[in-house]
């Protein structure tokens, strides 16, 4: 309960969990924890760490990926070697993240157009949030008929900031990975020789920018 009597509302990493199991936590020692999430995008790039395919499974030998969509886990909980970032900073709940991904990891790197450019919810910048929500709520050809002309706002609902930003204009991003989705082969480049302790090297033939 908070102090006005209502009833106080839990993050999902606030709940409590059950710890893995010994073997699992002993298994884990010594890799290195990397991260990933996914801001304002569409999850393509988190998609492009699948598409390292077999390859993936050797490198697990080497890494653990702690928070990330592809684990469900919503939270860092300790300090992260390496964090992926996909997605611009289009409200106040990107922000928060980025800031927590900032904070808890020593390497960070924007992954694709939308991190590091802004990309397609960007364009939203041309005209203004305003005329955006408008567009979307109160003019759109597709609002149902005769049903009032409403601009949803709720206090669960992250507040969209006035412009959509990269993720480098909020935060200091370290590596830039660079593609609408990047290749496959140029995540697998880059979290290999972080892997290795090597230097990052992203040959240019590995990476595009459409």
């Known amino acids: 309960m908070t102090p006005d009597g209502a009833a106080r509302v839990h993050a999902s990493h606030e709940l409590p969990a059950t710890p893995p199991p010994?073997?699992?936590v002993e298994a884990r020692a010594g890799k290195i924890p990397i991260a990933t999430i996914s801001l304002c995008g569409c999850w393509g790039c988190t998609l492009s760490i699948l598409d390292l395919d077999e390859r993936i499974i050797p490198l697990l030998d080497a890494v653990t990926i702690t928070r990330s969509s592809l684990t469900?886990?919503?939270?860092?909980?300790g300090r992260c070697a390496v964090g992926f970032v996909e997605g611009g900073v289009a409200n106040e709940e990107n922000i928060?993240?980025?800031?927590?991904?900032?904070?808890?990891?020593?390497?960070?790197?924007?992954?694709?157009?939308c991190s590091i450019?802004?990309?397609i919810?960007?364009?939203?910048?041309?005209?203004?949030?305003?005329?955006?929500?408008?567009e979307a709520?109160?003019?759109?050809?597709?609002?149902?008929?005769?049903?009032?002309?409403?601009?949803?706002?709720?206090?669960?609902?992250?507040?969209?900031?006035?412009t959509v930003r990269p993720c480098h204009e909020v935060v200091h991003m370290d590596y830039f990975i660079s593609g609408c989705p990047p290749d496959g082969d140029a995540v697998f480049s880059v979290l290999s020789d972080l892997a290795a302790g090597r230097p990052v090297n992203l040959p240019t033939a590995i990476t595009r920018f459409d």
């Open 72 to 77: 469900d886990i919503k939270r860092i909980s």
């Open 96 to 113: 928060e993240t980025l800031e927590h991904f900032r904070e808890h990891c020593d390497v960070l790197i924007s992954v694709g157009a």
């Open 117 to 119: 450019w802004g990309g």
């Open 137 to 162: 709520y109160l003019d759109s050809p597709t609002r149902v008929p005769g049903s009032p002309p409403i601009i949803p706002r709720h206090e669960e609902i992250p507040r969209l900031t006035t």
């Open 22 to 24: 010994a073997q699992t």
């Open 121 to 134: 919810p960007s364009l939203r910048n041309t005209v203004g949030l305003a005329a955006c929500l408008r």
